[in-house]
């Protein structure tokens, strides 16, 4: 017997929640499926820090992917601010991928995060994500039979979003289970981020892979200003926030080093992005406990939902 949803050939559409614990690999997935770097990348937990939405249109379907902060503890505003951003999209959706690390043990966080889903009660599909790391992939049984106990998931998909591999297998289930509908973006629309926002974003990753423990916490990222010189040149600024001023001197470095070596890399991925030249300059600015600052988190665009 065939499924409710494939009976037929028509054209489906819909929002889909990608929630999961930090690290997951949430954002590498919304990057690889869109193909363009929206979303901040790194090995630092808690590197996304609001809804970040993806548009992935194919011959049979079109996906609204809403990536979200890793589900933790919320300590500061910023981080309430971030838990809203998960509960939002998970309200807000027509299904819900949760994506797990397969190559760790289960934990608390993981339970956490399947409570969410199950609040939430709408469909959702399991991946499990970086097989890739995983030698003996007989460890993934006892994953599946354990989640397999705890919802009514419509599909497990494991896969390696890093390597790619066996993500179309998750389209295709994707699509699947979305309602049908027309597309609600037009073919060359990727993702609802402005120019101004992805740029601060790309800042941001690479402060993130060059700086240690501390620092990725305490740092934000804002483009202040983008003249668009010419069609092919641009102008970018951008302010580098930090808490105190032993943070700014490690995000600068020796004799500026850091804050060269980011700039630099930045660059390279904001030229790709936008298809031109950019010249970009990085202020660093010290603004006390901005991360339990309500203005200071609108002005960066944290936003509170609703
Ligand atoms: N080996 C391996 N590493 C992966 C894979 N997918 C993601 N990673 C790595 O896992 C780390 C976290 O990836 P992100 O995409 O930033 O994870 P996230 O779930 O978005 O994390 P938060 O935004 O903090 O919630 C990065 O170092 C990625 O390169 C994968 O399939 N295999
Ligand atoms: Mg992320």
């Not at 599946?144 to 419509?154: A, C, F, I, S, T």
């Not at 974003?201 to 892979?209: A, C, D, G, P, S």
Request: aromatic share 6%; with cysteine; net charge neutral.
């Amino acid at each position: 017997m065939l499924d409710e949803n494939e009976q037929n050939g028509s054209y489906r559409s819909g929002y889909v929640a990608l929630v999961g614990r930090p690290n997951a690999g949430k954002s590498t997935l919304l990057n690889r499926l869109v193909g363009e770097k929206i979303a901040a990348v790194s090995n630092k937990p808690q590197t996304t820090r609001h809804q970040i939405q993806g548009v992935i249109t194919k011959p049979e379907g079109q996906i609204v992917l809403v990536d979200t902060p890793g589900v933790h503890q919320p300590g500061y505003l910023l981080n309430r601010r971030m838990m809203a951003a998960v509960h939002d999209a998970l309200d807000g959706v027509d299904l819900v991928v949760l994506m797990r690390d397969a190559s760790v043990s289960t934990g608390n966080g993981d339970r956490f995060v399947l409570d969410l889903v199950k609040q939430s009660g709408k469909p959702a599909l399991l991946v499990l994500n970086k097989t890739d790391k995983v030698q003996d992939k007989s460890q993934l049984l006892p994953l599946l039979e354990w989640y397999g106990q705890q919802y009514d998931w419509r599909a497990f998909v494991p896969l390696s979003a890093r390597r790619g591999e066996n993500v179309e297998a998750l389209v295709a289930e994707i699509i699947k289970h979305l309602p049908e509908g027309e597309p609600l973006f037009a073919e060359d629309e990727f993702t609802d981020q402005s120019v101004r926002a992805m740029v601060a974003e790309i800042v941001r990753e690479k402060i993130l892979r060059t700086t240690g423990e501390e620092i990725p916490y305490v740092t934000a990222v804002v483009t202040e200003k983008y003249e668009q010189e010419r069609a092919d040149f641009a102008h970018i600024y951008c302010a580098i926030f930090v808490e105190r001023a032993s943070q700014k001197k490690i995000v600068i470095g020796k004799g500026a080093e850091r804050l060269k070596e980011v700039g630099t890399s930045a660059r390279h991925d904001i030229e790709r992005l936008v298809g031109h030249r950019v010249y970009l300059e990085l202020f660093v600015r010290v603004q006390e406990n901005w991360r339990n600052s309500e203005r200071a988190l609108d002005e960066i665009g944290i936003k509170k939902q609703r």
